[in-house]
Protein backbone atom coordinates (compact mmCIF):
# COMPACT_ATOMS: atom_id res chain seq x y z
CA UNK A 1 0.00 0.00 0.00
CA UNK A 2 2.66 2.26 0.72
CA UNK A 3 4.53 1.60 -2.67
CA UNK A 4 1.26 2.25 -4.07
CA UNK A 5 0.80 5.78 -2.59
CA UNK A 6 4.57 6.49 -3.37
CA UNK A 7 3.77 5.14 -7.19
CA UNK A 8 0.99 7.10 -7.71
CA UNK A 9 2.61 10.59 -5.91
CA UNK A 10 4.83 10.25 -8.41
CA UNK A 11 3.12 10.38 -11.33
CA UNK A 12 1.70 13.32 -13.31
CA UNK A 13 -1.54 13.94 -12.61
CA UNK A 14 -2.27 10.21 -10.96
CA UNK A 15 -3.43 12.23 -7.86
CA UNK A 16 -6.74 13.80 -9.98
CA UNK A 17 -7.41 10.60 -11.19
CA UNK A 18 -7.77 8.26 -8.15
CA UNK A 19 -10.06 11.15 -6.45
CA UNK A 20 -10.74 12.94 -3.22
CA UNK A 21 -11.11 9.70 -1.47
CA UNK A 22 -7.55 7.98 -2.33
CA UNK A 23 -6.03 9.74 0.23
CA UNK A 24 -8.04 8.85 2.91
CA UNK A 25 -8.54 5.14 2.24
CA UNK A 26 -5.03 4.30 1.97
CA UNK A 27 -4.23 6.10 5.19
CA UNK A 28 -6.77 3.67 6.89
CA UNK A 29 -6.03 0.55 4.51
CA UNK A 30 -2.21 1.19 5.92
CA UNK A 31 -2.94 1.59 9.54
CA UNK A 32 -5.06 -1.43 9.76
CA UNK A 33 -2.21 -3.14 7.61
CA UNK A 34 0.06 -1.77 10.68
CA UNK A 35 -2.08 -2.85 13.68
CA UNK A 36 -2.72 -6.54 11.86
CA UNK A 37 0.84 -7.16 11.92
CA UNK A 38 1.31 -6.28 15.15
CA UNK A 39 -1.78 -8.08 17.16
CA UNK A 40 -2.86 -11.34 17.36
CA UNK A 41 -5.77 -11.07 17.79
CA UNK A 42 -7.74 -13.28 16.29
CA UNK A 43 -11.37 -10.79 16.30
CA UNK A 44 -9.16 -8.09 14.54
CA UNK A 45 -8.10 -9.96 11.69
CA UNK A 46 -11.61 -11.42 11.06
CA UNK A 47 -13.12 -7.57 11.52
CA UNK A 48 -10.12 -6.40 9.08
CA UNK A 49 -11.19 -8.82 6.45
CA UNK A 50 -14.30 -7.31 6.27
CA UNK A 51 -13.50 -4.02 6.40
CA UNK A 52 -10.77 -4.21 3.45
CA UNK A 53 -13.43 -5.85 1.78
CA UNK A 54 -15.97 -3.30 2.33
CA UNK A 55 -13.59 -0.07 1.49
CA UNK A 56 -12.14 -2.03 -1.60
CA UNK A 57 -16.04 -2.06 -2.69
CA UNK A 58 -16.59 1.27 -2.34
CA UNK A 59 -13.57 2.70 -3.34
CA UNK A 60 -13.46 0.75 -6.82
CA UNK A 61 -17.56 1.77 -7.43
CA UNK A 62 -17.07 5.23 -6.75
CA UNK A 63 -14.26 5.51 -9.28
CA UNK A 64 -16.45 3.55 -11.72
CA UNK A 65 -19.68 6.19 -10.89
CA UNK A 66 -16.84 8.91 -11.23
CA UNK A 67 -15.87 7.14 -14.74
CA UNK A 68 -19.42 6.67 -16.23
CA UNK A 69 -20.44 9.52 -14.61
CA UNK A 70 -17.66 12.07 -17.26
CA UNK A 71 -16.21 13.80 -13.60
Same mark, same amino acid.
Given at each position: ??????D????????D?????????????? %? =? !?? @????????????????V????????? %? =? !?? @???????
Amino acid at each position: MIADVVDTLLKPGNLDDVGSSYGPIMGIII %L =G !NI @VGAITERRLFHQIWVIVLILLTLTFG %L =G !NW @VDIFSGE
